[in-house]
């Protein structure tokens, strides 16, 4: 089980039948692989923001400093993530 974070708690209520839903009719997460990729993408931004990663990486920890947001271009700037999204793509 992962530890509880902010990002935990804000998204607590977000389930796999509610995510990235689109056009009210048709839900990504009927496409095992988008579903698995989503939840992944979740699970790393868990981990970004986690209390053992924050204490450890000081680029997410400045940041963080200036303001309580991280944009998301700068997400897509992490080797993970844009790997994430490229197997996402590919996909398709």
């Known amino acids: 089980m992962q530890p ?6 804000q998204y607590s209520n977000v389930s796999d039948s509610n995510v990235m839903q689109v056009d009210n ?17 979740r699970d790393l931004l868990n981990f970004y923001f986690g209390d053992s990663n924050l204490c450890k990486d000081k680029f997410l920890k400045d940041l963080l400093k200036r303001g309580t947001q991280v944009k998301l271009s700068v997400l897509l700037t992490f080797n993970k993530v844009k790997n994430l999204l490229q197997g996402m793509e590919e996909a398709r």
């Open 4 to 9: 509880e974070t902010n990002l935990t708690k």
């Open 25 to 41: 009719s048709k839900n990504l997460f009927e496409c095992p692989i988008y579903k698995k990729m989503i939840l992944s993408l």
